[in-house]
C-alpha cells in the first residue's frame, strides 16, 4: 500500500488534485483539470495507483479502517434492489453476485485514493482487528432488511 500511496503523491507533486465527489468516489484530475480513469483497462485492472487485493476481498474491514461508510450504504441498496428484483421475477437472479463483485471490484481500485485521501484529513483509522469485527457487523446489518424482506414473502408464498 504504500508503494500505492507513494504514486498518488507523486501524481499530486506533479501538478495533480485528488477530491472526493458525490461523497464517496475519489476524482483524480491532472493539472489541466481532466479526469483521470482510476480504473484503468479490463486487464490492466487499475489505474495509477493500483489495484487493492486486500480491498478487492476484505472491503468491509478496509472501508472500517479509514472509515469510509458509504460501502455500507452501497451494499444495503443493492442487496435491497436485488432482493425486490427476486420477488417480482419469482427467481433468484444472479445481479446480487455481479453487483457484489463490482463492488469489490470499485473499492479495490478507489481504495488507495481513500485511504490517501484519509491520511490527508487525519482520520483516526481503526485497528486492524477491530476493522475486521466491526466491518462484519455493520455488513449484517446492510443485509438485515433484504433478508428479512427476503423471508417475509416466502413465508407469505408459501
Avoid: H
Avoid at 469489490?104 to 483516526?124: E, G
Amino acid at each position: 500500500m504504500k508503494s500505492r500511496l507513494d504514486r498518488i503523491d507523486a501524481l499530486i507533486s506533479e501538478g495533480y488534485t485528488l477530491n472526493k465527489i458525490w461523497g464517496f468516489y475519489p476524482d483524480l484530475k491532472t493539472s489541466a483539470g481532466k479526469s483521470v480513469d482510476i480504473f484503468g483497462s479490463l486487464f490492466r485492472l487499475a489505474g495509477p495507483a493500483g489495484f487493492s487485493w486486500v480491498a478487492f476481498f476484505f472491503p468491509w474491514a478496509v472501508c472500517v479502517q479509514i472509515r469510509e461508510w458509504p460501502f455500507f450504504y452501497s451494499l444495503f441498496i443493492f442487496s435491497l434492489f436485488d432482493t425486490i428484483l427476486a420477488i417480482f421475477f419469482e427467481a433468484s437472479t444472479s445481479i446480487a453476485s455481479l453487483l457484489s463483485l463490482l463492488t469489490c471490484y470499485w473499492y479495490a481500485c478507489m481504495f488507495p485514493y481513500l485511504r490517501y485521501l484519509a491520511a490527508k484529513k487525519n482520520v483516526d483509522e481503526v485497528s486492524k482487528t477491530s476493522s475486521i469485527l466491526i466491518g462484519f457487523v455493520l455488513c449484517l446489518l446492510a443485509l438485515t432488511p433484504s433478508l428479512i424482506l427476503a423471508f417475509a414473502t416466502k413465508t407469505i408464498v408459501a
